[in-house]
């Protein structure tokens, strides 16, 4: 039975048997991993290498649940959990001595970089047993590999204390706990359940600032956002300002808002198969409520992004699985021609000068570096001299990383998102058609933002997940 035919999981039992306990156990540290993720995206704190401290254990509890599993005489089962623990002890160690002063200090410096690339890559492939890997999975490995490989490569050129050093680490093993072992762990049902809750909680914090203004709450600063254009309705404009609620602008908010949109249809369907009246009532609120949030944010990004998820997965809801691959090539052209429409002028929605970002980017790609791209600096730096505006990111994902890391960064990452979508849509009949339709919508979104997977920030772990639970084929 596939993924999606599946009945939703009933995460809050009162059956206290041993498995149930365990499962609670996980379930909670990857609620906690997510709110961390939220709070240093909202507080603007680092909280980089905690973070992938956090999925390495999350990993260590995947890796012992896995042995226990395969291994039946006790003699084996120890010294696959005494393996997994001290492989965990030692990625751990590691990621500590790259917080401070930093790796391979010393005139060993590549080698170092070159062990602990070879460290953190065998860690993630042992907690997963990769001895279950499908060929698509060895194919997504591969362009992993190959992009945090250039990336490490690329840290060489910054002194070892400095953080453009040091961070590959941090967003190679955030981003490989979220493709291969967080699906593996925690059921995709629990994580469409925590994301519209978790996005509802910031929509409501944001509402308040109708009624009392700005406020300060603990440590967050919830705010409104007077600098940019007021969300409109066309032919009625309501009067409200922009809301970005404790994020540091409405795209943020956006972008959890649109999650939440997609996590909470999904719910609401998977209830109305299932005939549960309480949880398609719960979900229709979580999704009006994120739905509020996401146009009050007026993230057109976001907007484009949730109503290409949205629309995937419901004429999949009303036609079916063999409408799957046809919504997809739509949706992507889709976009495509609204593209093309705004370049021209035929459709009046301002891109907020990003096709003169993307040409600038584009025109860097082509006259730097062209294997291993310009390193881990700021891509705004690299693209400046290429256009007459102040100085911006590229505002896409892609385009940030071909700056950074080259045609062999750039392709392993085009690849891997792309690679995924498209092995989802040949086959059809066995994907999970949510993840499929969320997978098409981040795609979507990072054409217009500048975060990549390759990082730790809301978007990029939640695109990141996404990916990692399409790619999941058990």
């Known amino acids: 039975m596939s993924t999606v035919e599946r009945e939703p999981a009933t995460l809050f039992v009162h059956d206290w048997s041993a498995d149930n306990v365990v499962n609670g156990v996980v379930y909670g540290l ?8 939220f709070l240093a995206h909202t507080t603007g ?7 992938a401290a956090s999925a390495i254990l999350l990993g260590a509890v995947l890796g012992c ?3 226990a599993g395969t291994y039946e005489e006790i003699e084996q089962l120890q010294t696959a959990f005494l393996g997994v623990l001290g492989f965990t002890f030692v990625v751990l160690g590691v990621l500590y001595q790259s917080s401070s002063p930093g790796l391979g200090l010393g005139p060993n410096r590549p080698f170092a970089v070159t062990i602990v690339f070879v460290l953190s890559l065998s860690f993630l492939l042992v907690v997963t047993d990769a001895r279950r890997y499908t060929l698509i999975q060895w194919g997504a ?5 190959v992009l945090t490989g250039v990336y490490l490569a690329n840290s060489l050129a910054f002194v070892p204390s400095s953080t453009q050093s040091r961070w590959p ?3 190679a093993i955030v981003m490989g706990s979220n493709l291969l072992v967080i699906p593996r762990l925690v059921p995709e049902e629990v994580f469409l359940w925590f994301l519209p809750r978790l996005a509802a909680v910031t929509v409501l914090l ?8 700005d406020y300060a709450l603990w440590i967050f600063e919830v705010r409104q956002y007077s600098s940019g254009p007021t969300p ?6 309501p009067g409200v300002t922009t809301l970005q609620s404790a994020f540091p602008n409405p795209n943020s908010f956006g972008m959890v808002t649109f999650a939440g949109v997609v996590a909470a249809f999904v719910e609401f369907h998977r209830s109305v198969v299932a005939r549960r009246p309480l949880g398609a009532s719960v979900a229709a609120v979580l999704m009006g409520l994120c739905g509020l949030g996401l146009f009050l944010s007026n993230a057109r990004a976001a907007m484009l992004a949730a109503a290409v998820a949205v629309g995937i997965y419901a004429v999949y809801a009303v036609g079916g699985r063999l409408t799957v691959p046809v919504t997809v090539v739509a949706s992507v052209l889709g976009v495509a021609g609204l593209l093309a429409g705004m370049y021209v002028g035929v459709i009046d929605i301002s891109a907020t000068n990003r096709f003169e970002l993307w ?3 584009l025109g860097a790609i082509r006259d730097g570096p062209l294997l291993f791209g310009y390193g881990n600096g700021s891509t705004a730096e690299v693209i400046d001299a290429y256009h007459t505006e102040d100085s911006f990111s590229p505002h896409n994902s892609y385009l940030r990383v071909f700056i950074q890391a080259g045609f062999v960064g750039g392709l392993a990452y085009a690849g891997l998102v792309v690679g995924t979508i498209v092995a989802g849509m040949v086959d059809y009949r066995e994907v999970d058609v949510a993840m499929l339709a969320f997978a098409v919508g981040w795609a979507t979104h990072q054409m217009f933002e500048s975060y990549t997977m390759f990082q730790w920030g809301i978007g990029s772990v939640l695109a990141a997940l996404v990916v990692g639970y399409l790619l999941l084929r058990e």
């Open 65 to 67: 649940r896995l042995a």
């Open 45 to 51: 704190s680092v909280l980089a290498w905690q973070l």
């Open 206 to 213: 944001g509402l308040f600032t109708y009624v009392i203004g």
């Open 30 to 37: 990857f609620g906690i991993h997510l709110v961390l993720v």
């Open 169 to 171: 680490l941090w967003a």
């Open 359 to 361: 040409s600038a980017s």
């Open 232 to 237: 409109q309705i066309p032919g009625f404009d």
């Open 141 to 145: 490995v591969a362009c992993f590999a």
